[in-house]
């Protein structure tokens, strides 16, 4: 069983992580020093205006999302210091400017969380309308010179929670020592993987009416990366694409370290 306090460590060190690399990524493209500091608890006298949001999906070995959410005064500031223009009145221009800099922070929360969790993807997009109900939440605050601190929080839904807790992480760490001499043993040995575009499920009566030319839809979506199978597990993911005529994989995303998948 996996205890609260575990997730909420958890939690605690994606924040921290995420605060340290937003803040340099804040300082290079304003060109002056900012501060991302957990909090304790939130302020909630700090908020000015309507919540802005930008939701992180995690993929990999982490998997789950987390919410940014901030507000439209401190979003149209900081947007303004990243445009290099006057403080102005929010709008939709200061939150693309601000959803750049998130983005370009996610290589570095990415390299912080490698070594405690192992490879993950990190994306981010603007989302509206979000209730948080269930939810756990960290609270943030940014900071620069003598500027007056500008709240952030960050909101975990259940899976990402359940996922940054130690107690999930401690088998990995521990199945990933793999003895070298033993596995040296058996590399020549040759294994059948093989690529899974998608898959569906269908009634007999469809697969009996099958002749050339049927077109079968999968529950994939043309952009989505196509997936490595070595004894039906997923052990990689990339695109597709022909090598001397014919198809091969372009690898982009290891979920986990593939050592892991002779572990029994």
Same mark, same amino acid.
């Given at each position: 069983?996996?205890d609260h306090?575990?997730?909420?460590?958890?939690?605690?060190v994606f924040a921290k992580?995420f605060?340290?690399?937003?803040?340099?990524?804040?300082t290079?493209?304003?060109?002056?020093?900012?501060?991302?500091?957990?909090?304790?608890?939130?302020d909630?006298t700090e908020r000015?205006?309507?919540?802005?949001?930008f939701r992180?999906?995690?993929?990999?070995a982490?998997?789950?999302?987390c919410?940014?959410e901030?507000?439209? &005064?401190?979003?149209?500031?900081?947007?303004? !210091?990243?445009?290099?223009?006057a403080?102005s009145?929010?709008?939709d221009?200061h939150?693309?400017?601000?959803?750049?800099?998130?983005?370009s922070?996610l290589?570095?929360?990415?390299?912080a969380?490698?070594?405690?969790?192992?490879?993950?993807t990190?994306?981010?997009d603007?989302?509206?309308?979000l209730?948080?109900?269930? !939810?756990?939440?960290v609270?943030?605050?940014?900071?620069?010179g003598?500027?007056?601190?500008?709240?952030?929080?960050? @909101?975990f839904?259940v899976r990402?929670?359940?996922?940054?807790?130690?107690?999930?992480?401690?088998?990995?760490?521990?199945?990933?020592?793999?003895?070298?001499?033993?596995l040296?043993?058996?590399?020549?040995?040759?294994?059948n993987?093989?690529?899974?575009?998608g898959?569906?499920?269908?009634?007999l009566?469809?697969v009996?009416?099958l002749?050339?030319g049927?077109?079968?839809?999968?529950?994939r979506?043309?952009?989505?990366?196509?997936?490595?199978?070595?004894?039906?597990?997923?052990? &990689?993911?990339?695109?597709?694409?022909?090598?001397?005529?014919? @198809?091969?994989?372009?690898?982009t995303?290891?979920?986990?370290p593939?050592?892991?998948?002779?572990?029994r």
């Amino acid at each position: 069983m996996i205890d609260h306090q575990g997730k909420h460590q958890g939690a605690q060190v994606f924040a921290k992580a995420f605060a340290e690399s937003l803040a340099e990524a804040l300082t290079q493209k304003v060109g002056h020093p900012w501060q991302l500091r957990v909090r304790d608890s939130p302020d909630l006298t700090e908020r000015q205006g309507k919540a802005i949001h930008f939701r992180l999906t995690v993929d990999g070995a982490l998997r789950g999302e987390c919410f940014v959410e901030l507000y439209e &005064a401190a979003v149209a500031e900081l947007g303004s !210091m990243i445009l290099g223009q006057a403080a102005s009145a929010f709008n939709d221009v200061h939150t693309e400017a601000l959803s750049e800099v998130i983005t370009s922070a996610l290589d570095g929360l990415r390299v912080a969380l490698l070594a405690e969790y192992g490879a993950i993807t990190l994306s981010v997009d603007r989302v509206e309308d979000l209730v948080f109900g269930g !939810m756990f939440v960290v609270p943030l605050s940014a900071s620069s010179g003598d500027q007056p601190d500008m709240p952030v929080m960050l @909101y975990f839904d259940v899976r990402l929670l359940t996922a940054l807790s130690p107690t999930l992480a401690k088998p990995a760490t521990e199945s990933s020592a793999i003895d070298s001499t033993n596995l040296n043993l058996v590399m020549d040995v040759e294994l059948n993987v093989s690529l899974r575009f998608g898959q569906c499920k269908l009634p007999l009566r469809e697969v009996l009416d099958l002749t050339s030319g049927s077109v079968i839809e999968l529950d994939r979506d043309v952009d989505d990366p196509v997936e490595l199978l070595l004894d039906g597990k997923v052990i &990689a993911r990339g695109e597709a694409v022909i090598v001397d005529g014919n @198809y091969g994989l372009r690898v982009t995303e290891i979920p986990q370290p593939i050592a892991s998948h002779f572990i029994r």
